[in-house]
Nanobody
Framework: QVQLVESGGGLVQAGGSLRLSCAAS????????MAWFRQAPGKEREFVAR????????YYEDSVKGRFTISRDNAKNTVYLQMNSLKPEDTAVYYC????????????????WGQGTQVTVSS
């Protein structure tokens, strides 16, 4: 059974940093595009960042460009999201997702999801 397990969330002050991790199991990890999404209370799930199977191509939602960095280590079956200069509006549950044939921003096109990790940024 495929599992994606996120970790690294927490409470941080505005301007601080967090590094999220998502470890995959029972998945041919290097064969999947990976992405991070987030969902704030009362809002729809939104795309944050994605990365190609080989960790060369990345793409970011405009509001996180220059602050967040997505990366992956295929040897460790793990994808990361380094978040710097955090803002209160970044507060959300962050999810990692995997897709075998889709490299885009539509959350419903991703096949596998983690349980989410809470990120709270205080002002």
């Amino acid at each position: 059974q495929v599992q994606l397990v996120e970790s690294g969330g927490g409470l941080v002050q505005a301007g601080g940093s967090l590094r999220l991790s998502c470890a995959a199991s029972e998945l041919t990890f290097s064969g999947y595009f990976m992405a991070w999404f987030r969902q704030a209370p009362g809002k729809e799930r939104e795309f944050v960042a994605r990365i190609t199977r080989n960790p060369i191509g990345t793409y970011y939602e405009d509001s996180v460009k220059g602050r967040f960095t997505i990366s992956r280590d295929n040897a460790k079956n793990t994808v990361y999201l380094q978040m710097n200069s955090l803002k209160p509006e970044d507060t959300a549950v962050y999810y990692c997702a995997a897709a075998a044939r889709y490299y885009g921003s539509i959350w419903s096109e991703y096949e596998y999801w983690g349980q989410g990790t809470q990120v709270t940024v205080s002002s």
